[in-house]
């Protein structure tokens, strides 16, 4: 009697064990074993599959690859190491979104995020890397988000052949990291900047890359103690941007290879440096640099450095071509016409006339100013009160709401 009873209750304990473990088999995808990788596959768009609760049940998997097809209407965190999101075909989306929190070599390739709900939360960013390192973002398309794309914050990341349409925010923005840009990047519609490194960052852009940034506020900036290095073969566009096209400004710097650098149609100075900001080529005549057809050409302003011994072409801009205000400048190969003025060197500027330069008008002065070079300020222009009103677009509020980023953690 005892006997039976014990086999009941050894049944009625195996039911109680195995049936959850049975239930939860049938409800987490296979895995795949791949050398030391891991990879199953999700169908978003086939019952009741979930990227996340997936990550969750397999937490224990040492390297491990998820790749997803459909529709995934979700919020997802990957906070782990060695890891990949990969999309199976085109129809692999996230609506919602995606969090790296403090994960090391963390990959996501060849999918869409969109649709994350609206207002200044950070809720509302559709890719958000938190404190980590070796992160990959690839083939990736990012639309319709509430705030920014994408937020790269206090850490490491490459990004390659990334598009990022319509977003609140900043497209892409990198606070306190190291970010790597490859392949082709596009950054198109924002009511903030396309491209924006802050608070310490340093970027570095492959050789070969395509850079796109247009109908933003500023198209590319680069602020507050960060640095953007461009390697040869590079191509920056920035165009159709309401004020700005490329920007550096407040204790920053970009150094040019051999690269070309083109600002069309922007509300602005194609290409502004201000606040103690720092431009420069690496080689003399090296570099292509256009600013036609904005508000203003290259604008050096407030204590800044900027180096246009290059191939320079600067014309058919609303306002001042080249200017210097409070700042250093030095230009060389440098044709510039069409502009009102072409040269216009004001208050304690400083500037160094390289040679080969094709100027169509006479370097306008206010007096104030220290030149090199044969094309300085001629004596009949010395004296002449420089306009001031093209500065009022540095006071913008649009302006002033880009520059005001929030720091790390946000």
């Known amino acids: 009697m005892r006997v039976k009873r014990s086999f ?59 790749v997803f097809s459909g529709n995934c209407t979700e919020n997802v965190t990957i906070a782990r190491d060695d890891f990949t999101l ?76 990334v598009s990022v349409l319509r977003t609140s925010g900043n497209s892409l923005i990198m606070i306190g990291s190291n970010v790597k840009f490859g392949g082709e990047i596009l950054a198109d519609g924002t009511n903030h900047a396309g491209i924006h490194a802050a608070f310490g960052s340093s970027v570095f852009i492959n050789e070969d890359t395509k850079i ?39 204790n920053s710097s970009m150094f040019l290879g051999l ?5 069309t ?41 900027v180096d246009l011994t290059a191939d320079t072409t600067v014309m058919n801009n609303g306002g001042p071509g080249i200017v210097s205000k409070e700042s250093s400048i030095r230009i060389g190969g440098t044709t510039a016409s069409g502009n009102a003025p072409d040269v216009l060197l004001s208050y304690m500027a400083r500037a160094n006339f390289a040679g080969n330069n094709q100027l169509a008008t006479p370097v306008v002065c206010d007096g104030f100013v220290l030149t090199e070079g044969d094309d300085g300020c001629p004596a009949a222009k010395v004296g002449v ?14 302006l002033r709401r880009v520059y005001a980023v929030a720091g790390p953690t946000r």
């Open 259 to 263: 690269a070309d650098i083109v600002s």
């Open 212 to 250: 796109t940034s247009r109908n933003a506020i500023i198209g590319m900036i680069t602020q507050i103690n960060s640095t953007m290095t461009v390697s040869d073969g590079v191509e920056i566009t920035n165009s159709d941007n309401l004020f700005v096209g490329l920007q550096v400004s407040s």
């Open 86 to 161: 990969r999309g199976g075909d085109n129809t692999a989306a996230v609506v919602g979104q995606i969090k790296v929190l403090g994960g090391n070599r963390v990959s996501l390739k060849d999918f869409t995020v969109r649709d994350t709900p609206g207002g200044e939360t950070p809720e509302g960013d559709g890719i958000r890397v938190l404190g980590s390192t070796d992160v990959t973002l690839s083939g990736l398309t990012i639309q319709d988000t509430g705030r920014r794309a994408i937020s790269i914050e206090t850490s490491s990341a490459d990004v390659i052949n």
């Open 8 to 66: 009941r209750c050894l049944a009625l304990l195996s039911l109680l064990i195995f049936v959850p473990a049975a239930q939860a088999a049938e409800e987490a995808p296979a895995v795949q074993a791949g050398g030391t990788l891991r990879t199953i596959h999700v169908n978003c768009d086939t019952g009741n599959r979930s990227l996340q609760r997936t990550i969750e049940w397999l937490r224990l998997i040492r390297s491990l690859e998820i």
């Open 265 to 305: 149609g922007n509300g602005g100075p194609g290409i502004l440096v201000a606040n103690h900001g720092i431009m420069s080529v690496f080689i003399e005549n090296s570099t292509t640099l256009i600013s036609s057809d904005n508000g203003g050409g290259v604008w050096a302003l407030r204590n800044s450095i």
């Open 385 to 398: 009160q420089a306009p001031t009103d093209f500065l009022s677009v540095l006071d913008a509020p649009e």
